[in-house]
């Protein structure tokens, strides 16, 4: 069983940043692809960013493209987002999402295990 906890959500102004974390533990870390999702209210769970186990190989939403970077340290077992130049519309729950191996294209299947999630407000 793997667990994971994301934190450092909260209220921003546009233009501003945030950067979350998400722990994992249970599972050996460095083997597996992360992800990070989001869901905001009336709304899907939406892809966001992506990284291999390795953290060589990203991949993000083109609505995220350029200003989010998702990150890993592998001794730490945590894996990061820092969020810049935020939106509106980046308000959602950040959820990160623990992968089934060593990489992951972004697909909700191809993750095992999921995050209770983080609150990101944007306000305009």
């Known amino acids: 069983q793997v667990q994971l906890v994301e934190s450092g959500g909260g209220l921003v102004q546009a233009g501003g940043s945030l950067r979350l974390s998400c722990a994992a533990s249970?599972?050996?870390?460095?083997?597996?692809?992360m992800g990070w999702f989001r869901q905001a209210p009336g709304k899907e769970r939406e892809f966001v960013a992506t990284?291999?186990?390795?953290?060589?190989?990203?991949y993000y939403a083109d609505s995220v493209k350029g200003r989010f970077t998702i990150s890993r340290d592998n001794a730490k077992n945590t894996v990061y987002l820092q969020m810049n130049s935020l939106k509106p519309e980046d308000t959602a729950v950040y959820l990160c999402?623990?992968?089934?191996?060593?990489?992951?294209?972004?697909?909700?299947?191809?993750?095992?295990?999921w995050g209770q999630g983080t609150q990101v407000t944007v306000s305009s």
């Open positions: 999402a623990f992968g089934t191996t060593t990489w992951a294209s972004g697909g909700p299947y191809e993750y095992a295990y």
């Open positions: 249970g599972r050996t870390f460095s083997r597996y692809a």
């Open positions: 990284i291999s186990s390795s953290g060589i190989v990203t």
